[in-house]
């Protein structure tokens, strides 16, 4: 398996509209990176090599900065990990990138992903933004099984979907600041399911205000796919300009995941929404819809 060890990079040019850095480790990426661990974690099961497509992977590690959303999502489990067991194996990986112990990085989907690639195991990253994707490069110079894309991920899938393997994960995880995002990864995922139907697929997606997410869920119900969504909220849904929580939705959950979730979410959910939040946890079959 990879390791990772030093500093990210430093980041290079002028900004462009979206980056993650300001939302790493934010709760959404606490909730999003622990069940990516999960899924991984499922496909040790097997020898048989796995490929892992991570379409909108981000920098790979980022700076936390002071006032940053990481203050309300990793930042509150950090002093307390040693009393989360079911996510050990989430911050173990935290804990790889802060070797002296203080919270200072946070490792993207691509760094949880490097974790879990054995002899043979492959990952293919997908990032737009040239400077995202300047810092992942040199970020995995040195990983080896990974490749490294600078494409748009809806062309992506279409290339890399599906892998030779025929084993392994599709994450997509757009920042959905364009319209028409939502409608880009129902189109995905009816590409996957098309053409890989037994691959694993991860999407997330975020939850401001009930109606646009039950639309969501009715266009990937069209597809018969054996989906579920599993919302993890801590906030109350009343101001849809807030991101008062986000969803996975889970195509072919590996054995066991969505009971694993349903224990573990409620007290996570329960923790970082603090006093005044509002945590909940729905896992929802769509199939059955
Ligand atoms: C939410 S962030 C990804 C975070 C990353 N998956 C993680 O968990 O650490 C979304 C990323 O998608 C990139 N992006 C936006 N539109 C894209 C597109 N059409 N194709 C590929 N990457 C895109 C953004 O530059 C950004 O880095």
Known sequence: MGAWSGAPPRRRGASLNYSHTYHAGNIADVFKHYVLTLVLEALHRKDAPFCVVDSHAGAGIYELGRGGEHEQGIGQLWPERGAWPALARYL?????????????????????????????DRAVLLELHPQEYATLRETMRDASGIGVHHINAWNG?????????????????PPYEKAGESTAVVAA?????????????????????????????RAVATMKAPAHAVEFITLPLDMERRLNGSGLLVINPPWRLLDTLRASLPPLAARLAGASGSPQVRIVDLAAN
């Open 92 to 120: 173990e990986i935290v804990a790889r990138v802060n070797p002296s112990g203080r919270l200072r990085y946070y490792p993207g989907s691509p760094m949880v992903i490097r974790e879990f690639l054995r002899a043979g």
């Open 157 to 173: 899938i279409k290339a890399f979907v599906p892998p030779k393997e025929n084993r392994g994960l599709v994450l997509i995880d």
């Open 189 to 217: 995922l009816r590409h996957g399911m098309r053409h890989w139907r037994n691959g694993v697929y991860l999407a997330w997606y975020p939850i401001k205000a009930r109606r646009p997410v039950e639309s969501f869920y």
